[in-house]
């Protein structure tokens, strides 16, 4: 079993340089990746929030191993927020991709837009949580003003910021999306696959300015990175995905929220040791 990562960060709504907000963790039976939900307001933000859940979520992995990953989850979120006085609806977030292995079998939880992508036998398996993606948008918002030219700056902040609050609206709600915040429940709204270890050769977990490349600019297909993957590496797929939004820097072909969003991809390879 081998695990690699390839991280590198993207650019704050200033469109400067600034740390990473994704997390990734690797474990000797699991791997944690978190992603941060960039803040529009000052304070704590999603780069925090995933710093401190991911040491809750790594305390009880290794602590209870075969605990249900919801219940680590919801216990997680529950301790992050009695710590920290964070209240829901009013805090900061993070999405969650979680994989544990065992002798038997490779389990998956996704909440929010970090997937997994697990290879069988049977091929190329998704597990995604698509319910942000399939939120109904209002109006052009700032979408609209990236793809009339308008470019980044201080308007498109404020169209952001805007947009934010729409969707703040409808975090971990029924008819919304979830996301791990302040309540213990959202763990149990997660999305989560199970497949036989021995039928698993690898297994992806990536941020969503990784997966954006499929998802969102179309560059490939996940077959297609798993192939990057193994012929290039990690690294690859980031350079792919980061070529083509600096070939689109005033965000008129794929309007998002900056230019660039942090990267983070974790593979998995669970081919025995030939060695």
């Not at 290794?62 to 605990?67: A, E, H, K, L, R």
């Not at 980031?238 to 929220?257: I, M, T, Y």
């Not at 900056?258 to 974790?266: I, P, W």
Request: aromatic fraction near 6%; charge should be negative; include cysteine.
């Amino acid at each position: 079993m081998k695990i690699d990562i390839a991280e590198q960060p993207g650019v704050g709504l200033d469109g400067q340089p600034r740390p990473s907000e994704d997390v990734v963790v690797p474990l000797p039976n699991a791997v944690v990746l978190l992603d941060g939900a960039t803040s529009t307001r000052p304070g704590r933000g999603g780069g925090w929030y995933a710093r401190v859940l991911a040491g809750h979520l790594v305390a009880r992995l290794t602590g209870y191993p075969t605990m249900d990953l919801a219940d680590l989850l919801a216990a997680a979120i529950h301790a992050v927020a009695r710590e920290h006085d964070l209240v829901p609806g009013d805090s900061p977030s993070s999405t969650v991709a979680l994989v544990r292995w065992s002798a038997e079998t490779v389990e998956g939880l996704v909440l929010a837009d970090s997937p997994v992508v697990a290879v069988t036998g049977g091929g190329t398996t998704l597990l995604a949580d698509h319910r942000l993606a399939a939120l109904p948008r209002r109006g052009g918002g700032y979408r609209g003003r990236l793809r009339a030219g308008a470019g980044y700056g201080e308007e498109h902040v404020a169209a952001l910021r805007a947009a934010a609050a729409q969707v703040g609206e409808l975090r971990n709600t029924e008819g919304g999306f979830w996301v791990a915040e302040a309540d213990p429940d959202a763990a149990y709204q997660a999305v989560r696959a199970s497949w036989p270890r021995a039928a698993t050769s690898l297994v992806l977990l990536a941020s969503d300015g990784v997966s954006c490349g499929v998802d969102d600019y179309g560059l490939f297909d996940w077959p297609a990175v798993v192939e990057l993957v193994r012929t290039r590496g990690p690294q690859a797929v980031l350079d792919e995905v980061r070529a083509a939004e600096e070939s689109d820097r005033d965000g008129r072909r794929w309007p998002r929220p900056k230019v660039h969003d942090d990267q983070a991809l974790a593979v998995v390879d669970l081919t025995p040791d030939q060695g």
